[in-house]
């Protein structure tokens, strides 16, 4: 509501207080990765969503004889191999099952046989299961290696802690509407010096170039194009939100907190989670349809819809699954309130 809110008023792109704005929050958004310009890393907000935001890294970042390698456990995954392929740069990509995160060892054995890779880039939370990939441990194979490191961490970023310069991330991208709870508008790259500063003139596309971006920003703090002042507004109030909430420590406890009443609650009525526990992240989780004959995902869907509340379908390739994410305002008060929904309508259903 307060995040809406501060979307009522209008400001000119290039009233000083909206630079000031736009200022304050790439310094927080560092923060919040533990790194700042000091320490040698840069923000740069681009508009779009968080495919923008990815697209914008992976086809600013790679030089023409440039080589990534794309590790694979889900939806986004694969679309970041899409990327490449659109953007035609040579790309590896090492998949995994959707239950299964990419191998650190493989990783490594791969960058040992493969010294043509520059670039190497994972999901954080692949929000197609809700699995967390070990960023950190991938960080220190691919810093032994000499690559630059990738992380899409659009929707881990504000919930879970990272460290950029301890996981040896280059770069990181996420987005205005996930875990910092802002709406859609833009996306942003958290960027080590290094990594930007190659960036310069590899662009393959004029409105995402990360490092013409970067310098419109730096120059006179203006967007090169029409930015989403509204988003910015919006986005200035959720991260003093996120802040008066405890930071990123006190957001992941919330949001696990949610997780553990969600998980509970389901397993209790008989419902079991795609994943095991401990590769479960606590973000978004994927629970199993329930073999009944009487279970039908679209009705059960129909009828906790009328109750007021939207759950996601599966996006798995090989099971029948559906999602319920905790990203966004919500209390563990809510998380009770759907899950009587739930009882209330698998008893409806009879499964
Ligand atoms: C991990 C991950 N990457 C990329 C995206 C794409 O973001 P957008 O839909 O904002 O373009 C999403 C969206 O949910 C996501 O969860």
């Known amino acids: 509501m307060t995040v809406k809110q501060a979307m009522l008023r209008d400001l000119g792109s ?77 790309y590896d990509a090492l998949t995994y099952d959707e239950d299964q995160a990419p191998s650190v060892q493989e990783l490594d054995e791969f960058l040992a046989k493969n010294p043509s890779v520059t670039h190497v ?37 504000g919930a879970v802690p990272v460290d950029l310069a301890e996981c040896h991330i280059d770069f990181l991208v996420s987005s205005s509407n996930k875990c910092i709870e802002g709406v859609p508008g833009f996306s942003f790259t958290l960027v080590s010096q290094g990594g930007l500063k ?26 090169r194009f029409t930015p989403p002042t ?15 909430e405890g930071g990123v420590e006190g957001r992941s406890a919330r949001y696990q907190h949610n997780y553990q009443t969600l998980v509970g609650g389901m397993r209790k009525m008989g419902f079991t989670e795609y994943l095991p526990a401990e590769k479960q992240g606590y973000i978004i989780t994927t629970f199993n349809h329930p073999e009944h004959k009487n279970f039908d995902f679209n009705a059960f869907y129909e009828k906790l819809n009328e109750r007021g509340f939207a759950i996601y379908p599966g996006k798995l390739t090989k099971a029948d699954c559906f999602r319920i994410g905790n990203i966004g305002r919500i209390s563990t008060e809510d998380v009770k309130a759907l899950l009587a929904a739930i009882a209330e309508v698998k008893a409806e259903m009879d499964f």
């Not at 967390?132 to 659009?154: L, Q, S």
């Not at 170039?209 to 419109?216: E, H, N, R, T, V």
């Not at 509204?230 to 959720?238: D, E």
């Open 14 to 90: 290039r009233d000083f207080e909206f630079i000031n704005l736009v200022k304050e929050i790439r310094n927080q958004l560092l923060e919040l990765g533990n790194v700042s310009q000091a320490k040698g890393y840069e923000c740069v907000i681009m508009q779009g969503s968080g495919t923008f935001g990815m697209e914008s890294m992976i086809s600013s970042a790679l030089a023409k004889d440039g080589h990534l390698l794309v590790l694979v456990n889900g939806a986004y995954g694969e679309r970041i191999s899409k990327m490449a392929k659109v953007q035609g740069i040579r």
């Open 121 to 157: 880039v994972v999901v954080h939370c692949e929000t197609t299961t809700g699995i967390f990939n070990p960023i950190k441990e991938y960080g220190t194979v691919i810093k032994k290696h000499g690559k630059r490191y990738m992380v899409d961490a659009m929707s881990s970023f």
């Open 198 to 223: 190659e960036c310069e003139g590899r662009a393959r596309s004029l409105s995402l170039d990360l490092y013409a971006q970067w310098k419109g920003l730096e120059n006179n703090g203006q967007f």
């Open 230 to 244: 509204h988003s910015l507004l919006a986005y200035h109030q959720a991260i003093k939100e996120l802040y008066e």
